[in-house]
C-alpha cells in the first residue's frame, strides 16, 4: 500500500462514516502540511467531532484511508494505533480530563513518563508550560482543587510538554472565559510555531478560527471548502483540501 503523492504530514483520503446508519463524514478529504495550523469549523453536529477521531485513530472510518507521513493509520491494528497516538499525537479536548490520583505536573507530565522519559526531564517539561500558565504554585495540586479553566490549561500544557507531532483539539478554549481562551491559544499556536507541531483546531468559534493558517469547513459531514486562506506564514506550505 503506497502513500497518496503528496507532502502532506497528516491526511485523509475520501473519509465516508456514519454512526448507526447516518452518514456524518461523507467524502472528506484533507491534508495538513507539517508545522501547519489547521481550523475545522462549522455548525454543531456537522462532523469535526468525528473527523478529529478518525485523524487521530480512536475511530476507523467506513471507508476511506487517514495516513501519517507514510504509516497508513487507518490499517493499523488496535495495538498499533494506540502506540501511533503515543508517539506522535497530543490531544485536547474540549473538557478537561485528568487523572484524579495524580497532580497537575504528573499529569502534564504524563504522555513523556509513559514514553519513558526520564522524571525529571519530564517533570521539567511540564513545569515549563505550566509556568506559561502561571500555574506552577499549584503543580503540586491535584485536579480537584483546580478550578475548571486551571485544569483545561493542565490539558493544554500536557499536548504540548510531550512535543507530539501533531496536535488534534477538539473545541480547546470552551472551557474557558476570553482573556484565559486568548492566552490558551497564543501559547498553543507559540509551541506549535517554535516547536513545529502541526495542530488541527476543530471549533465553532470565530475568534478561535482566526489563529489558524488555513480554515476548513465541515457542514452536514461535508467539507465545503476553504472558508478563509490566511496569509501564508513565514515558510508554511498551503493545506490541501479537496472533495
Ligand atoms: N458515537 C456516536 N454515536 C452516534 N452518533 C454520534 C456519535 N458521535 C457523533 N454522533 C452524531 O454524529 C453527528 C456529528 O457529530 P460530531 O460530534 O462529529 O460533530 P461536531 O461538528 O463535532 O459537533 P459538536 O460541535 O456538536 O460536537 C451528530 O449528529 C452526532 O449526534
Known amino acids: ?92 479536548d474540549s473538557e478537561p480530563h485528568l487523572v484524579p490520583e495524580l497532580s497537575a505536573w504528573e499529569n502534564a507530565a504524563l504522555p513523556l513518563l509513559l514514553r519513558g522519559t526520564p ?8 513545569m ?18 483546580l478550578a475548571y479553566a486551571q485544569r483545561q490549561q493542565v490539558c493544554v500544557a500536557r499536548a504540548i510538554a510531550m512535543e507530539p507531532a501533531v496536535i488534534l483539539a477538539d473545541e480547546p478554549t470552551v472551557a474557558l472565559r476570553r482573556p484565559g481562551r486568548a492566552h490558551a491559544l497564543r501559547t498553543l499556536t507559540s509551541a506549535a510555531r517554535s516547536h513545529d507541531i502541526t495542530v488541527v483546531i476543530a471549533t465553532s468559534d470565530a475568534d478561535t478560527a482566526s489563529v489558524a493558517d488555513r480554515t476548513v469547513r465541515l457542514s452536514d459531514g461535508r467539507a465545503d471548502g476553504e472558508a478563509s486562506d490566511a496569509p501564508e506564514q513565514e515558510g508554511r506550505a498551503a493545506c490541501s483540501l479537496s472533495v
Open 119 to 126: 522524571r525529571r526531564a519530564a517533570k521539567a517539561a511540564a
Open 1 to 92: 500500500m503506497a502513500a497518496p503523492p503528496d507532502n502532506d504530514l497528516l491526511r485523509a483520503v475520501g473519509l465516508h462514516h456514519a454512526h448507526h446508519g447516518s452518514p456524518v463524514l461523507t467524502d472528506v478529504t484533507l491534508g495538513v502540511r507539517a508545522g501547519e495550523i489547521l481550523a475545522v469549523t462549522g455548525p454543531r453536529a456537522g462532523g469535526k467531532t468525528t473527523l478529529l477521531h478518525c485523524l487521530s485513530g480512536q475511530l476507523v472510518p467506513d471507508t476511506g484511508e487517514i495516513w501519517f507521513d507514510e504509516m497508513p493509520v487507518h490499517s493499523l491494528t488496535l495495538s498499533q494505533r494506540e502506540r501511533f497516538r503515543r508517539e506522535h499525537l497530543g490531544w485536547i
Open 128 to 145: 515549563e508550560w505550566l509556568d506559561r500558565f502561571d500555574l506552577g504554585p499549584l503543580a503540586r495540586k491535584r485536579p480537584h482543587a
